[in-house]
């Protein structure tokens, strides 16, 4: 038959009845108008009747959904778009392309096949046996190679469970294996993987019985606390077993084979005289009658074993003893062959001796022959370790595959060829593992760098362990989605050796790092906007102050005027309200003055000199004798250090740690404040004491931002910018500030400002 190829554009694709060719295709496919109307093709009927929902968005999981309600619109306004969406109940993602269509949108819904699915492919391939049980056990799904060995359809399997009467499964001692012993319910109820059971089953055909090596894995969804599925893998190792039956079978045959060939059986009186005829004997030795009669058949032996040989015959025969020894037998052609020579004495029934039957035998035979049996034994048990080693590798291998599931694990040749790709990793690149599966690596996967520049295999770390056998770490790099955009990767490289210890090839861990990457952009965005915020804070604090200066000024030298003008000649309320209002401008003014410090005070105008701290306890003491002459309060230094750092703001910073100190006294006491330094490493530490109210814990963060404050102003004076000029000052120093307090304890504050560099 010729087909004759048409293009879409051809008489014959106008003439085909869309619908029909929409009707005929394997994959799922829809139609949604403008209006909202859908029609669905028979396979999305199909996969619609499974999600049991009148809603065709049920086929997707609700996280899909946003993304193709755009793709949706998009196709609508003309536009063709293909996005990966995760499909209900499966783990593979799908394709789902949306083109524009008749006046609506089509969409047409390719996925990918389940890594399950491959799974099964692959134990086939490697003539391993697979099963997909459901938590009850049933049977869901099987490979061809589980049909062979168990010598059961596909019909047949599926649907079964591990209860059912019909399966034969026996222990190797060859007592019943019963169904809930099974290596995949002790999966589903341990949840651990069995590892490698043997089990005898029963071939229904073959009427035998075949030996398996099962391992079961439980599979969970994350966070789970039941088995959703038991993944069960057997090899047939029935082969293994026939060779060690062979292996026995074989011993016992050269056994009785030596014991067939190599004896020469003959007779004595009583008394040990060896008299003819002896047959064997003749025909091994060549020695006649003549020669062998009385002890003549010491002649046949060699010289220096006669004098044993006799002294151990003589001895049998005095006490009527088993007779045995050993020695060189020439034989005819004069060769000295090893003999073990033993005889018993034969008694009639009343116990009299009537002759003596021994036998020889070769010795070197059975050297020779348990030499052979030996070779024979370390060959046989050398091929059955091989294929056990063969069964065990596999065997972990593929549990390896199955449940290493949250990174991407790539195995390569000593070429860079993809040998395995676990499930992770074809969802993390997009391609599925068939495709990945003898491809370069490197080529389809890595082949640029994140700025789009070629990347040369000799650079690639994989292809460098690859050469060298050294295990690589990657924290930042890039692999290659199957729909071209870049997927940033973390990933391991280890090499793996043959049996002579040269690199046979590499094992890939990679790790999708986007959620990684992501949060560090956030963070470092978020301490961005925050430097920003606190510049933009200062400046808006700068400016305010500033032009809030020149109306205060009007306010205040017009309350004064005033105040000089009219004090006296209004009523008393009067004078007592423009004393409100001086003192409030007063106030005004100190925070003002204040702000306008604390906005001015920036890293930039610094310079560092050495500084003695005593001679800024000297100012600081100055600064505050106003307040100590005032009540009787006192304060004292022991500060021998120097600091690099500006005297007049550090005289601020420690004038107002002072006042503080002083000012929070607690009624009825008079203040002590006590100042300490000490040097500790690059660093003076530098500790202000008082024995005040204290500050309770909950309050040390707080009061050393601007304005914060934990008194009425009527109780103890202030406007809270104190301490926050405190720590702005110390920190543009390099130090830090902090404070050790509770309430009626008094308070220290700690600070650390840089030591002259010795
Ligand atoms: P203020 O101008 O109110 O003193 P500060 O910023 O210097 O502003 O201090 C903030 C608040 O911290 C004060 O109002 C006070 O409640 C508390 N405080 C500061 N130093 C001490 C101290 N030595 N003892 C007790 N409380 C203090």
């Not at 060769?335 to 035998?361: F, I, K, N």
């Not at 860079?416 to 499930?423: E, S």
């Not at 902090?738 to 560099?757: E, I, K, N, R």
């Amino acid at each position: 038959m010729t087909v004759t190829l048409p293009d879409a554009g051809s008489a014959a694709f106008q003439t085909l009845d869309a619908a029909a060719l929409l009707a005929a295709l394997p994959d799922p496919v829809a139609h949604l108008t403008a209006g909202g109307q859908v029609t669905l093709n028979r396979a999305a009927q199909a996969r619609m009747a499974q999600t049991g929902s009148g809603d065709w968005t049920a086929l997707f999981q609700p996280g899909s959904v946003p993304t193709i309600q755009d793709a949706v619109q998009a196709a609508l306004r003309g536009e063709t778009r293909q996005v990966t969406v995760q499909v209900v109940d499966t783990v593979a993602p799908g394709l789902l392309t949306v083109a524009s269509a008749s006046g609506g949108a089509l969409l047409h819904l390719h996925v990918a096949r389940d890594p399950l699915e491959v799974a099964l492919e692959l134990m086939d391939g490697l003539g391993l046996g697979m099963t997909v049980q459901a938590p009850d056990t049933r049977i869901l799904l099987v490979n061809d190679a589980a049909t062979r060995i168990l010598g059961l359809t596909r019909e047949q399997l599926t649907g079964r469970d591990s209860m059912d009467p019909e399966w034969r499964a026996i222990h190797p001692d060859g007592t019943d294996f019963p169904g809930e012993t099974h290596p995949s319910m002790q999966a589903l109820r341990t949840l651990q993987v069995q590892r490698e059971v043997p089990m005898g089953v029963y071939h229904p055909q073959e009427q035998d019985w075949r030996w398996l090596q099962v391992t079961a894995i439980p599979r969970r969804a994350p966070g789970a606390t039941q088995a959703k599925q038991v993944t069960t893998v057997f090899a047939d190792i029935t082969e293994k077993q026939a060779m060690q039956t062979e292996m026995r079978r074989r011993e016992r045959r050269y056994r009785s084979l030596v014991r067939a060939t190599s004896q020469i059986v003959w007779d004595a009186f009583p008394d040990g005289d060896f008299q003819p005829p002896q047959a064997d004997w003749e025909a091994f030795t060549g020695q006649s009658p003549a020669q062998y009669r009385g002890v003549g058949w010491l002649d046949a032996l060699h010289p220096d074993d006669r004098a044993h040989t006799i002294a151990d015959w003589q001895r049998a025969v005095r006490d009527g003893d088993l007779y045995s020894t050993e020695h060189r037998l020439r034989r005819a052609d004069g060769q000295y062959v090893p003999m073990q020579v033993r005889a018993v004495p034969v008694t009639d029934e009343r116990g009299q001796l009537v002759e003596w039957v021994g036998t020889h035998s070769d010795l070197s035979a059975i050297r020779e022959a348990e030499q052979a049996l030996r070779a024979l034994n370390a060959e046989l048990e050398g091929r059955v370790q091989q294929r056990t080693e063969d069964l065990a590798r596999v065997t972990r291998f593929s549990t390896l595959l199955l449940t290493a599931a949250g990174e991407g694990i790539f195995g390569l040749d000593a070429r860079g060829i993809t040998t395995f790709a676990n499930p992770a990793a074809a969802r993390m690149l997009g391609y599925s593992i068939e495709r990945m599966i003898g491809q370069p690596q490197h080529d389809l996967v890595h082949h640029h760098h994140e700025d789009g520049a070629p990347y040369p295999l000799a650079d690639c770390p994989i292809h460098q362990t690859l050469l060298d056998g050294q295990t690589r770490r990657v924290e930042r790099d890039v692999m290659w989605h199957a729909q071209g955009h870049a997927v940033p990767v973390a990933y391991v490289v280890t090499p793996t050796h043959d049996e002579q210890g040269q690199t046979s090839g590499a094992v890939v861990m990679v790790q999708d790092i986007t959620e990684r990457i992501r949060a560090q952009g956030q963070l470092q965005d978020l301490i961005e906007d925050l430097e920003r915020s606190n510049q933009d804070l200062e400046q808006f604090a700068y400016v305010a102050s500033h032009d809030l200066q020149e109306p205060l000024r009007t306010i205040g030298s017009y309350t004064e005027l005033l105040a000089r003008r009219y004090q006296g000649q209004l009523d008393p309320r009067a004078d007592q309200y423009l004393h409100f209002m001086q003192d409030a401008v007063d106030r005004m003014r100190s925070l003002i003055q204040d702000l306008l410090g604390f906005a001015r005070l920036s890293r930039a105008d610094l310079t560092l000199t050495p500084t003695p701290l005593g001679d800024l306890m000297r100012s600081v003491q100055q600064n505050v004798q106003g307040t100590l002459d005032a009540d009787g309060s006192s304060l004292t230094w022991d500060t021998p250090d120097q600091v690099m750092g500006q005297a007049s703001l550090l005289t601020q910073l420690l004038t107002n740690l002072v006042s503080n100190g002083l000012k929070f006294h607690r009624p009825g006491e008079t203040a002590h404040v006590q100042v300490t330094s000490r040097r500790e490493g690059d660093m003076i530490h530098v500790q202000v004491r008082d024995n005040g109210i204290g500050i309770p814990p909950e309050y040390h963060a707080r009061i050393f931002e601007i304005f914060q404050r934990l008194h009425r102003r009527e109780t103890y004076a202030g406007n809270g910018m104190g301490l926050a000029i405190c720590r702005k000052i110390t920190e543009h120093h390099g130090g830090r500030i902090w404070l050790d307090s509770s309430p009626d304890q008094g308070s220290t504050f700690h600070l650390t400002l840089p030591a002259v560099p010795s």
